[in-house]
């Protein structure tokens, strides 16, 4: 692997990383301001993430919409890593 491919591989991995770090912390955010009425919607959320946001309000829902965001960037940085990983084996393949 190129010296490119390498750096963008790192940065690729540490964005992912920093990205499941900060989902995970804004997650616990949403879970702890969701008060113990909203029982049901609480273990939905928990169980289905995806499919409790729409049910979430006040403070939660803010921090719910920075969970979404992390989950968005994490995705992007595997795949970024993935691309990374395959266009340099291949360059590498193909110069020999």
Partial sequence: MGLIAKTI???????AFASWIVGAVYFARSLASMNAAAGPSRWMAV???PFATKQI???????AAVVNKAIIVFFLCLTLAVLTISLSTNYNRIAK
């Fill in 9 to 15: 591989l790192g940065l690729a991995i540490a964005g």
């Fill in 47 to 49: 169980a289905a993430w």
């Fill in 57 to 63: 309000k006040g403070a939660a829902a803010e921090n």
